[in-house]
């Protein structure tokens, strides 16, 4: 399963292009909290799968990744080829982190993305799935400061009442001091005259 609220995200695609810059943008306005972690690598062409192979292992080597983005724009078959390769299979699937592969397009399918434990259709999605959205976090916790407010004061009110019935009904058995008090002092008086 993918964490909830990830401290640290790794990134394995290349560091030229638009991918690496719009997972960035998108998880900044998000929730910026987070920290992101390059395993930048080629993602087409001869030796890209060894490349991706080799960013997977860095990647693993971090203790405390939270999950990885594997990501490429969209392609043709070729260039989307590394992603079919048993090796690149292989690193994902051995991951120590949850994997979200957002390769090519939502109609692009590759071997990644059903190694993966998560699939988005492109790596703009990928970003939004594995980052909560930090207004949506703050009106919640706004909504649930309400309610607590409101769940708080009644509570104090329904105490408040029973407090003053508890009060009420103590007075009200209680025994009159006064009287008492005149009788042993008429007492106390009548024993001093004996």
């Not at 979200?100 to 999605?125: K, L, N, Q």
């Not at 029973?162 to 024993?191: C, K, N």
């Amino acid at each position: 399963p993918l964490p909830t609220f990830p401290r640290r995200i790794g990134v394995v695609t290349s560091p030229f292009g638009s991918v690496w810059h719009d997972i960035q943008n998108i998880i900044q306005r998000r929730f910026p909290l987070v920290e992101l972690a390059l395993a930048p690598t080629s993602v087409q062409g001869d030796g890209a799968a060894a490349g991706i192979v080799d960013a997977f292992d860095a990647v693993n080597r971090e203790e405390d990744m939270d999950v990885v983005i594997l990501a490429r724009g969209g392609g043709s078959l070729e260039e989307l080829w590394p992603f079919n390769e048993e090796a690149v299979a292989r690193a994902i699937y051995s991951s120590r982190a949850p994997v979200v592969s957002a390769v090519g397009h939502e109609t692009d399918f590759t071997i990644a993305d059903m190694v993966a434990d998560c699939r988005a259709p492109t790596p703009s999605a990928a970003a939004e799935l594995v980052v909560p959205d930090r207004e949506e976090l703050e009106e919640r916790i706004l909504s649930l400061r309400k309610s607590l407010f409101r769940q708080v004061s009644s509570d104090l009110a329904a105490w408040s009442q029973d407090l003053e019935q508890v009060v009420w009904r103590i007075q009200r058995h209680a025994p009159d001091l006064s009287s008492w008090r005149q009788r042993v002092d008429d007492l106390s008086h009548g024993y001093g005259r004996a």
